[in-house]
């Protein structure tokens, strides 16, 4: 099946960095890209929906200058966070769609820890 | 807006018992249903979907589950399970307005714990 992988799965960084996570859809394009937030033991929330070539839409409350996200291709979509806090530690997990009405396909995840 | 409660956080079940792990929605919109499992340290993966037609839609490792208008409500049953179906459940919906599954709203999810 459809295969979308997430790098890196895990990923440690100081308190005010910035780092990138990526989302690639490796057998298919990828026309909408999508990013979760999940905290432990919770659900996942969405945080924002990415379509190829155009600006991220983002959910309400979620911060768009602190969490960018950039989707230049078909295959890759990114999402920095900037000027990370502890609070920022969470696992990130996307997900990716070939076109509207298209099966949609989750990423391993990404665990992020600001220390 | 569409909202979705998992009433169980957890639930225990020893192997080859039963198990329906209980999903509810509110919308004022029509939606479509998913169970997505999550195994430990892994991504989500559609376990089955309800979009239309019958509704009660089956996976291919045995769980099932029935979309209930009348009660909002997409519960999820296997008859039998087994040790390695212990897993986080996530039900999801997404209106039908919207790209297929697209835009999801997540529950807050259902760990499975299945044991010997």
């Known amino acids: 099946g459809a295969v979308v992988s997430q790098h890196p799965s895990w990923v440690i960084c100081k308190s005010g960095t910035s780092v990138k996570i990526e989302c690639r859809s490796l057998?298919?394009?990828?026309?909408?890209m999508f990013w979760y937030r999940q905290f432990p033991k919770q659900s996942l929330m969405l945080m924002a929906t990415?379509?190829?070539?155009?600006?991220?839409?983002?959910e309400q409350g979620v911060e768009k200058d602190k969490f960018l996200i950039n989707h230049a291709s078909l295959t890759l979509s990114t999402l920095t966070v900037t000027s990370a806090h502890p609070e920022d530690s969470s696992f990130y997990i996307c997900?990716?769609?070939?076109?509207?009405?298209?099966?949609?396909?989750f990423g391993e995840g990404s665990w992020l820890t600001v220390v | 807006a569409q909202s979705v409660t998992q009433l169980d956080s957890q639930v225990p079940v020893f192997e080859e018992a039963p198990v329906e792990l209980r999903c509810n929605y509110s919308?004022?919109?029509?939606?479509?249903l998913f169970w997505y499992v999550q195994y430990p340290n892994q991504g989500l993966q559609l376990l089955l979907k309800?979009?239309?037609?019958?509704?009660l839609v089956e996976s291919i490792n045995g769980f099932e589950a029935e979309f209930n208008k009348s009660q909002t409500s997409f519960h999820l049953r296997k008859p039998s399970v087994h040790i390695s179906d212990t897993a986080e459940y996530f039900c999801?919906?997404?209106?039908?307005?919207?790209?297929?599954?697209?835009?999801?709203?997540f529950g807050q999810g259902t760990e499975l714990s299945v044991k010997p």
């Open positions: 997900s990716a769609q070939q076109g509207a009405g298209n099966t949609i396909y």
């Open positions: 057998d298919f394009q990828a026309t909408t």
């Open positions: 990415s379509n190829e070539g155009s600006k991220a839409t983002y």
């Open positions: 919308s004022s919109v029509s939606v479509y």
């Open positions: 309800y979009l239309s037609g019958s509704t």
């Open positions: 999801a919906v997404s209106d039908q307005k919207g790209n297929q599954g697209g835009k999801l709203i």
